[in-house]
């Protein structure tokens, strides 16, 4: 089966109890800007199981994994976290895109196995809600990602463009900087 992405605006943390709610991570075991930050103020157990994965797993078996993270007993939400590992460092530090695609893609692939594998035993998974992975702080064009998660056999995904208070802050940032580099030009 061919893979079906729909876009839709929206909040992503707002998504129906049992969903699955992905986002890309860099594998320092870091969620210090843009989204990663909502997501670890909103899912501060998942940010602790995430950063101790990190911590503990070996660097060259880090990237183009997944880390799929059971819903918090304690969250109304219930939501589950995805932590596609896709660029080993971040800010200036990142991988290079096509890097950064290709362990997308494989994250991806591992992703959907494990959520098969646990659907198979019962486990109560909803539908899959994604960001636009990668194109956040890691700066890879969201077409670029689109493009390989059409690699993905049988992913059904729906992506909720996000304007979130702390994306709004940074980005606010970045234009400051932006218009500061403009005047010294």
């Known amino acids: 089966m061919e893979a079906q992405i729909t876009e839709i605006k929206g909040d992503l943390f707002k998504s129906p109890p049992n969903s699955v709610?992905?986002?890309?991570?860099?594998?320092?075991?870091?969620?210090?800007?843009?989204?990663?930050?909502?997501?670890?103020?909103?899912?501060?157990?998942?940010?602790?199981?995430?950063?101790?994965?990190?911590?503990?797993?070996?660097?060259?078996q880090q990237l183009g994994n997944c880390i799929l993270i059971e819903p918090d007993e304690e969250d109304t939400r219930k939501h589950w976290i995805a932590c596609l590992l896709t660029s080993q460092d971040y800010g200036r530090k990142r991988d290079l895109?096509?890097?950064?695609?290709?362990n997308t893609l494989r994250a991806m692939q591992q992703l959907?196995?494990?959520?098969?594998?646990l659907r198979s035993a019962g486990k109560e998974i909803g539908k899959l809600f994604?960001?636009?992975?990668?194109?956040?702080?890691?700066?890879?064009?969201?077409?670029?990602?689109?493009e390989v998660l059409q690699q993905v056999q049988g992913l059904v995904?729906?992506?909720?463009?996000?304007?979130?208070?702390?994306?709004?802050?940074?980005?606010?940032?970045?234009?400051?900087?932006?218009?500061?580099?403009?005047?010294r030009s």
């Open 21 to 60: 709610l992905i986002h890309s991570c860099n594998c320092k075991g870091v969620w210090g800007a843009g989204i990663a930050l909502d997501f670890k103020k909103r899912y501060p157990k998942a940010f602790s199981v995430y950063r101790r994965w990190c911590r503990d797993t070996q660097p060259d």
């Open 97 to 102: 895109k096509d890097e950064i695609l290709q």
């Open 112 to 117: 959907t196995s494990k959520i098969e594998d």
């Open 130 to 146: 994604a960001c636009k992975i990668n194109s956040g702080k890691f700066g890879v064009p969201w077409i670029d990602t689109q």
């Open 157 to 183: 995904l729906t992506v909720v463009e996000v304007e979130t208070e702390d994306l709004k802050e940074s980005r606010s940032g970045d234009d400051q900087q932006l218009a500061e580099k403009t005047k």
